[in-house]
């Protein structure tokens, strides 16, 4: 049974893998968190949430919920599989749900991934506007059950005659096309706000995707500069290693501290290291303010490393 709807899924890197074919074909998914799921700085996989194209951005673990003829099933957006249930009078009730937590993904991957997935939420919204919901967002309906009102409020008042007898089918009639009319302008209003609300979130949307473009560019010019120090996968072995011997250069050099800087990527985002000794001072103390021009005091070290976890739990 193919249960991925991702083609070539050896050379994906998502969160959900399907790794079903190597499995005998026996369900086997296993789901790679992004680096930014944490839990008090522990890689976790956060609880799905559903896609809402009103909101500017997806949700870390999001879905997609589906059911066809009883059958359940729940994909990400890029259609990958993740449960699915049987109804119990269809093979049995078979289900699968279980998913085994893989090894984290960096911050790298998870920006790709995630990339890929906003590309597709932004399309889909465009497709929304322009399909799902362009031919919902007018007045005709509303416009006929408004004419229908008019029509049996004009023979109800037209047949009260002088002791206010009336034939009761107008009457019936009036209330009968008075609640159609409420029934379509409500679905005519809930149309209108939907498209209104995914039209201006695409603006934000679109300003998300250009944001991890520009992070992963970054990314990929400071790896060839040997600029790069990435310690955002929170599942690796004394992961903040690579950062605390750069510090040490830094302090053994006895040059002023303003000649060294990388790239770091933590779990939530990439900083200059500038930067994070720019604000040491609000973390550390008025005291703890670098001065660029010096070498950096060996007591910064650590005030420095205190910083940089105190960003991965925030």
């Not at 699968?96 to 597709?120: A, C, H, Q, T, W």
């Not at 070498?295 to 925030?314: D, I, Q, T």
């Amino acid at each position: 049974m193919r249960i991925n709807a991702i083609n070539n899924q050896q050379t994906f890197k998502g969160l959900f893998i399907d790794h079903s074919k190597e499995n005998g074909g026996n369900w086997k998914m296993e789901y790679r968190p992004y680096s930014w799921e944490l839990k008090e700085g522990v890689p976790v996989m956060q609880n799905k949430e559903h896609v809402n194209y009103e909101k500017a951005q997806l949700p870390a673990n999001e879905e997609i919920y589906v059911n066809t003829h009883g059958r359940e099933s729940s994909k990400d957006i890029l259609g990958t599989e993740s449960y699915y249930k049987f109804p119990p009078d269809v093979n049995n009730g078979e289900m699968r749900s279980r998913i085994d937590v893989g090894f984290p993904m960096n911050r790298e991957e998870s920006l790709n991934v995630y990339l890929k997935k906003m590309e597709k939420f932004n399309k889909d919204k465009r497709q929304i506007l322009s399909h799902d919901l362009k031919y919902k967002v007018d007045f005709f309906s509303v416009d006929n059950a408004y004419n229908d009102f008019n029509s049996s409020l004009s023979k109800y008042n037209n047949d009260r005659g002088f002791f206010g007898g009336i034939k009761s089918e107008h009457s019936d009639n009036m209330a009968e096309n008075a609640k159609y009319m409420y029934e379509r302008a409500k679905i005519l209003y809930e149309n209108a706000s939907k498209y209104v609300n995914i039209n201006e979130s695409i603006q934000d949307t679109e300003s998300a995707i250009e944001k991890i473009k520009e992070e992963l560019s970054l990314i990929e010019k400071a790896k060839i500069e040997n600029n790069y120090i990435d310690i955002s996968n929170r599942a690796v072995n004394d992961v903040d290693r690579p950062l605390e011997t750069y510090l040490d250069e830094i302090v053994s050099s006895n040059r002023p501290v303003g000649q060294f800087n990388k790239y770091i990527s933590l779990p939530k985002r990439s900083y200059w290291l500038r930067d994070i000794l720019s604000c040491l001072h609000e973390y550390a103390g008025s005291w703890m303010k670098v001065d660029f021009n010096v070498a950096l005091p060996p007591e910064a070290k650590e005030k420095v490393m205190g910083l940089v976890r105190y960003l991965v739990w925030k």
